[in-house]
């Protein structure tokens, strides 16, 4: 009779163990708040600061980073880097650097870092140039609709 005791023990301790091992994971939401490469990198490695200071998508260096929110930044110069740490909400692409128009549309998409814009101080991704095309003959509307998405995250 001593052994079903210690099975239902051994039994229920596991299951204490496993869910505090689940409970204790990061769930899919939060590795999907900022688009990131597996290792990440953020925006494919190209500097956040520069779409505001050069009006382009410029590559980052590798030796000059910043992280934040769990993403690593690369930057294309110290000063760069320098902006992005005193303000970071002032330069990290919108929905989390997702696709904008993706986002507009309820769902989360790649994006080509060179496909972008920046509309009242906020840097928006696109998946490529056709979407592109399609978000900038709207960008007010789709703003709208990807922040009512981006909220319900």
Known sequence: ??????????????????????????????AETVNMSTSGLAIDGHDPVAYFTMNRAVP???AI???HEGA????????????FVADPKKYV???GGYCAYGAAQGYK??????KFTVVDGKLYLNYNGAV????????AGYIEKADAFWASQ
Request: net charge negative; hydrophobic share 45%; charged share 15%.
């Open 72 to 83: 690593t930044y690369r930057f294309a110069s110290e000063e760069h880097r320098a902006l």
């Open 132 to 139: 592109q095309s399609t978000w900038v003959k709207d960008t």
């Open 1 to 30: 009779m001593r052994a079903p005791q210690f099975f239902r023990t051994a039994l229920f301790g596991l299951s204490v163990f496993l869910a505090a091992v689940v409970l204790a994971m990061p769930g899919p939401a939060a």
């Open 109 to 114: 998409a790649p994006v080509e870092p060179d």
């Open 65 to 67: 980073t910043a992280s």
């Open 93 to 95: 692409p919108q929905y």
């Open 60 to 62: 980052g260096d590798a």
